[in-house]
């Protein structure tokens, strides 16, 4: 924080204030389901629009990465440290898809057998400042 100088008659400056609106960052809450094996109480993260879903996820203490998952690239297992190919951090959409960036090729190619799902490293919330709820099923290999 910078003071304006002391007023001296000597200097007739004039100093212009600019103040910007401060606006509320939309707020997406998204609604974590684990498998039963996990053992692992359900819960609701509050992610801000723009945010990537896995940072947000791993910056909040949630264990994404699937160990059922195989690599599209090579078919074996392997954290590709979210180049979008390993599919460990695959999540399924149950609600609030629209909240979803798009997918783009790449993306949809990886997942064409399973629909409901997204790549959370390619997954950002909130899109287009959008807020509301999802409900996201974490390691979605693990449910019956």
């Known amino acids: 924080i910078q003071s304006l100088p002391e007023y001296d008659e000597r200097f007739e400056d004039v100093y212009q204030l600019k103040l910007n609106r401060i606006r509320r ?12 094996s996990q053992k692992e109480a359900d819960t609701t993260l509050e992610l801000f ?12 203490g949630v264990k994404l990465n699937d160990p059922l998952a195989q690599r ?32 783009r090729p790449a993306e949809k190619q990886m997942l064409a057998n399973e ?6 490293c390619k997954a950002i919330v909130g899109f287009g400042m959008k807020e509301g709820e999802m409900t996201i099923r974490v390691t979605p290999r693990q449910f019956d």
Do not use: H
């Not at 629009?49 to 909040?60: H, I, K, Q, V």
């Open 25 to 36: 960052k939309p707020k997406v809450m998204v609604k974590l389901q684990y498998p039963p």
């Open 49 to 60: 629009a723009g945010e990537n879903l896995r940072m947000g996820m791993l910056l909040r």
């Open 72 to 103: 599209f690239d090579t078919k074996n297992g392997g954290n590709c440290g979210a180049g979008g190919l390993c599919r460990t951090c695959a999540v399924s959409i149950l609600q609030g898809k629209d909240l979803l960036n798009p997918q």
């Open 115 to 120: 629909p409901r799902w997204r790549l959370a």
